[in-house]
């Protein structure tokens, strides 16, 4: 599993695909009503990326951003929230496609089609539309790959799960829970539990912001069979809220349904990680195998190996499929920054940095 570094402190994905269509956690934050959201239209290379990178930096002395890569380009930004400033920029076009629902109210469309050539792009047209359509295969061809590593992986889960022993597990979590927490007394505000993508596929592989793990307390649980993760996290969160401390929460992106991988807790800088070999240093090991029944496992040995070789091709192949739709899209940007008045696309962002820095 290799690492993603970045200027940014408070990095994650956007967000992931699924076999159903894309999954963005930061749909919660637009559809609080909190926050004023800017959604950026237009097409690949149009700016968007360079766009929010630039308002995050420019803006980073009122408040620490936190920034959204795309895990079909890890390169490129998808969005910014400025949690204290209430205000979000997001790119809302394919695969994320962000619409306003309060127009002008609680969202503002910032339309960088206003910036392009179209008799650039009416000239490209046929190559265009060759391109998009080469893309979009590709991509389709990755989530049929994801749809069965899933499958795959739910079979695996459906074995750790049957070895699971619940006793000793929770047995580890009582004295966990009760070392690393100290009980607050009439906390005032409800303690919170969010979403945040830490770790994603990508057309370079799997990769995970292990830079939001720098300077904590890290447990790195070691799990193929991934119960022991989930069951595990899920405990520690629900003791975290009730003892007053608000968690992060990344899923893993390989299982159905809402499978927890990694834990942050800011307050105690304490982080609960799974799946990644590399990237961290000095974390305290949590080996999982002491928490299933290993006569069941060893009973489905062969089973299991079969599965992760399984799962191991599979990825091998959707990584491949991800890089070759990276490459088309690449081709499919030269288009459009062809295309592009970049004077303007600046000139946009000044104007919304401006605003944004008038409204505080």
Same mark, same amino acid.
């Given at each position: ?5 970045? %200027?940014?402190? +408070? ?8 076999? =159903? ?11 609080? &009503? ?12 149009? &700016? ?15 408040? %620490?951003? %936190? ?16 949690? $204290? ?28 089609? %206003? ?50 022993? +619940?006793? +000793? ?10 070392? *690393? ?28 912001? @292990?830079?939001?793990?720098?300077? !904590? $307390? ?6 193929? /069979?991934?119960?022991?993760?989930? =069951?595990?996290?899920? +405990?520690?969160?629900? /003791?975290?809220? =009730? ?21 942050? *807790? ?8 799974? &799946? ?7 974390? @305290?090991?949590? $080996? ?35 890089? @070759? ?14 295309? !592009?008045?970049?004077?303007?696309? $600046?000139?946009? /962002?000044?104007?919304?940095? =401006? ?6």
């Amino acid at each position: 599993m290799a690492t993603t570094d970045t %200027e940014f402190k +408070k990095t994650y994905f956007m967000g992931y695909s699924t076999p =159903n269509g894309f999954v963005t956690h930061l749909k919660d934050g637009i559809e609080s &009503g909190e926050f004023t959201t800017y959604i950026i239209k237009g097409g690949p290379g149009t &700016g968007k990326s360079s766009m929010m990178k630039k308002i995050a930096s420019k803006l980073s002395d009122l408040d %620490e951003p %936190e920034v959204y890569f795309c895990s079909s380009d890890p390169n490129s930004l998808d969005a910014v929230l400025f949690d $204290n400033l209430k205000v979000i920029i997001a790119d809302g076009t394919a695969p994320h496609v962000i619409e306003p629902t309060y127009p002008g109210a609680r969202e503002v469309l910032v339309d960088l089609g %206003e910036c392009w050539d179209l008799e650039s792009l009416s000239a490209n047209k046929y190559d265009i539309i060759d391109s998009t359509n080469r893309n979009q295969k590709y991509h389709s061809l990755a989530k049929k790959y994801l749809s069965a590593i899933i499958s795959v992986n739910e079979d695996i889960m459906s074995i750790g799960d049957s070895a699971l022993d +619940k006793v +000793k597990l929770d047995s580890y979590f009582e004295r966990l829970s009760s070392r *690393i927490f100290q009980k607050k007394k009439n906390f005032e505000n409800k303690s919170k539990s969010k979403f945040r993508q830490m770790t994603s596929f990508t057309p370079d592989g799997i990769k995970t912001f @292990t830079n939001l793990f720098e300077n !904590m $307390n890290v447990y790195r649980i070691e799990d193929d /069979c991934f119960a022991v993760t989930d =069951n595990l996290l899920k +405990k520690l969160a629900e /003791c975290a809220q =009730n003892n007053g401390y608000d968690t992060l929460i990344s899923k893993n992106v390989f299982l159905s349904g809402t499978v927890y991988q990694h834990m942050i *807790i800011p307050e105690i800088e304490t982080a609960f990680v799974s &799946g990644i070999s590399d990237g961290i240093s000095n974390a @305290t090991k949590i $080996n999982s195998m002491r928490f299933y029944d290993r006569d069941i496992l060893k009973d489905k040995h062969k089973r299991l190996i079969f599965d992760e070789g399984i799962v191991k091709e599979l990825t091998d192949e959707m990584v491949s499929a991800l890089k @070759t739709a990276k490459d088309i899209h690449d081709e499919l940007e030269s288009y459009y920054i062809k295309a !592009m008045d970049f004077d303007k696309v $600046n000139a946009t /962002c000044l104007k919304l940095i =401006n605003r944004i820095r008038s409204s505080c």
